[in-house]
Structures are given as structure tokens and as C-alpha cells.
């Protein structure tokens, strides 16, 4: 462990561990064996990371030219055997893994990518640069994540599948080419959303996705008809500010 790093009350490391310089881990975390946490990486409090992952390592960028960025990780987040979590670049200098997640083995999550609070990654689940999960959002195994994609909240993304365009909130994708599958009926009814809430998001999503008119108009029709929907100015936001186009 390097003398610079900075551990809290009750954290545990396991042997063959390798703690690097300007590390903080907060308290009760736990730390397997054989990981290395790299320079400048940031941990929260009751973390648990299993043996053989690496945190802050270097990001396989070949603009990055060994300036001084960060990887942050909150609380309470489950880091599974072999992940890897590379530090930002200079081009946000940070990437962030929230609060109450779930990475399984094998998971990836590569330089400047930003992941929501209670997110899921299921095994071998890979993103590129600049990615962005929001809250809630699930992966299942085996997933592939072009660069720059961003994940809207409480979204599934069906095993195996490779994005390369944005996935709205509240939606299930899969298929090989990936495409809507219906809402996330079932995540959404554990977060608590009502029947109606349900019912019209789903209504929603038939309208952009379904309906025979470009989707600029649909978006004109869904805003003028679920205006009272507290989950419209979410979705209508989310398809207007997208950057690489909507699956």
C-alpha cells in the first residue's frame, strides 16, 4: 500500500492487494485479494470488491498522456471478480461509478463513463468511452455499448445485445439488431410506479415507436397528449437532447 493512500475505519484488504498512491476508501469497505486500486481513485463507504479487479487503472486511450484524472466509486457498490474501471481522460477527468450497484464478474467500464446510482451490470456487460448509464438502468450479460451512447433510467437492455444509438427511459431492448421490446413493466412496477403511470408510458412509447409518421411528429402528439404525464418531460427530453440518434 502506497503511504499516500488514505483508508477508513474497519477497511479490510485482502493479501497480494495493491493500494496506489492518493487513493481514498471509505469506511467498512472490504477489498478481496489480488485487486489493485490504482492512483487517484476514489472508494465509498461498505463497498465490497472482489479478488482480482482493478480500479483506476490507466484508460486504454491513446490520446491519454498520463495526466491526473480520477475514477470515483459511491457507496455501497458491489464490484465483482475481474472488473475493470479505467480513470477518466482529460476530457471530463473523472469516471464515476454511483451508489448501490451491482457490477458482475468480467464487466468493463472504460475512461470517462459515467454510471447512475442502483445500476446492474450482468457478466461480461462492456462500455466504451463516454458512456452514460442513468439510475436504475439494467445490462444483462454480455452486453456491447458503442462509446459515447447514453442509457436512459429504468431501462433494460436484453442480453447479448450491441448499442450504438441512445436507449430512452423506462424501455426494454433486445433482439439482434437491438430494438424496442415494450416498456419495463416489470422493473417499473418493483420501483414503485403506479398502474396509470405504466399504462401511459407505454402509450407513449407505441406512438414514437409505432406509429407511421416521422418521429418528430410523434414527439409533437405525445407532448400535447400526456402533457399531465409527470414521465413526459422525461422521455421528451431524453429523445431531444440525444447526441448519436434513438435505437
Request: proline share 2%; aromatic share 8%; hydrophobic share 35%.
Amino acid at each position: 500500500m502506497d503511504p499516500t493512500a488514505n483508508l477508513g475505519e474497519n477497511v479490510k484488504v485482502g493479501p497480494y492487494s495493491i493500494i496506489g498512491a492518493d487513493v481514498d476508501i471509505n469506511d467498512n469497505t472490504v477489498i478481496g485479494n489480488h485487486v489493485t486500486i490504482s492512483s487517484n481513485t476514489r472508494i465509498g463507504k461498505d463497498c465490497k470488491i472482489f479478488h482480482s479487479a482493478s480500479i483506476g487503472e490507466v484508460p486504454q486511450d491513446l490520446k491519454y498522456n498520463n495526466e491526473k484524472t480520477v475514477a470515483e466509486i459511491g457507496d455501497r457498490t458491489v464490484i465483482r471478480e475481474f472488473v475493470t474501471i479505467n480513470k477518466g481522460t482529460s476530457a471530463s477527468g473523472k469516471t464515476i461509478v454511483g451508489s448501490d450497484c451491482l457490477l458482475m464478474a468480467c464487466v468493463h467500464i472504460a475512461h470517462d463513463c459515467i454510471v447512475g446510482d442502483n445500476v446492474i451490470m450482468s457478466n461480461l456487460a462492456t462500455l466504451g468511452g463516454h458512456i452514460t448509464i442513468e439510475n436504475w438502468s439494467i445490462l444483462s450479460g454480455g452486453v456491447l455499448v458503442h462509446q459515447f451512447c447514453k442509457i436512459g433510467e429504468h431501462s433494460f437492455i436484453g442480453a447479448g445485445g450491441y448499442l450504438s444509438q441512445d436507449v430512452p427511459p423506462y424501455i426494454l431492448v433486445a433482439g439482434s439488431p437491438i430494438e424496442y421490446s415494450g416498456i419495463n413493466s416489470v422493473g417499473l412496477k418493483r420501483r414503485g410506479f403506479s398502474k396509470k403511470d405504466r399504462q401511459d408510458i407505454k402509450k407513449i412509447y407505441n406512438i414514437f415507436f409505432r406509429s407511421k409518421k416521422n418521429r418528430k411528429e410523434n414527439l409533437q402528439t405525445i407532448n400535447k397528449e400526456f402533457f399531465d404525464n409527470d414521465y413526459t418531460q422525461t422521455i421528451s427530453e431524453f429523445i431531444q437532447n440525444s447526441k448519436r440518434g434513438i435505437i
